[in-house]
């Protein structure tokens, strides 16, 4: 996808009203798009800079700008629920997906969070998205190809991840499963040492079974549990106050890294001795 210069045939492109409203639409030439406050042609906006203003047949005034990887995600089509924007950047971090890692993947859903991994790695790293069910795959594909064209360091399988990583070795595991303790296995074998496990769980139940599997094993120290809770504000003159709406729980990270099985310090495996 272009990330610069003037907004042309094919573009995904974000039109916000006075309202905040928004509403993501592709470019294309001859095409006309009807919001809520009158339509748009699409010939208006090719051709005119990123961040511009423009007005539809009713004279409600936009601002277009072109849509970002967060605004896609949560306008894409969706074959399973995706993971928001707010938890992705932070399993970037706690994952430390860096240019040139070799990432697999298992949950592609709809495909944010394999869009997410494959522009982190770059184009020296390598992402393998793992996924059980067809329709799952068919629908996430479609998505990463709409917003990203071709994807050469993306390989994505039809595959059970429980069964073992066939891409193994890997830098770090990535999982958006229901019951990744099942994992735990195949993630000694195949993640390297030092090697980052991370899965993001809906349900403290989950987050229970998976850090005491994570530490039974013996071979992941430094097991963490998170979540991220992202609360707007209003700022209008002297009245700056929390807004009345915010994304609040959405999912927990659990994350460790893989260490020597013996666990010698200064390393502890805490968890496993508990």
Partial sequence: MKTAGTLSAGDPVLLVDRKRRSYLIWLADGATSDLRGGRI??????????????????????????????????????????IYPKDLALILMLADIYPGAVVAEAGTGSGALTM?????????????????????????????????????????????????????????????????????????????PGGIFLSYLPTTVQVQRTVEALGASRAFALIETVESLLRPWNVAGLSVRPAHRMVAHTGFLVYARRVESDCIAPIPCKEART
């Fill in 41 to 82: 042609a699409h010939a208006d906006l090719i051709g005119r800079p990123d961040g511009a203003y423009v007005e539809s047949s009713r004279g409600e005034r936009l601002v277009v700008v072109r849509a970002t990887l967060a605004d896609y995600v949560l306008h894409m089509p969706r074959g399973a629920q995706v």
């Fill in 116 to 192: 997410t991994l494959v522009r982190a790695a770059g184009s020296g790293g390598r992402v393998y998205s793992y996924e059980v069910r067809e329709e799952f795959q068919r629908t996430a594909a479609r998505n990463i190809a709409r917003y990203m064209g071709e994807t050469p360091t993306l390989v994505m399988r039809l595959h059970d991840v429980t069964t073992g990583i066939p891409d193994a070795p890997v830098d770090r595991l990535v999982l958006d499963l229901p019951e990744p303790w099942r994992v735990v296995g195949p993630a000694i074998a195949g993640l390297r």
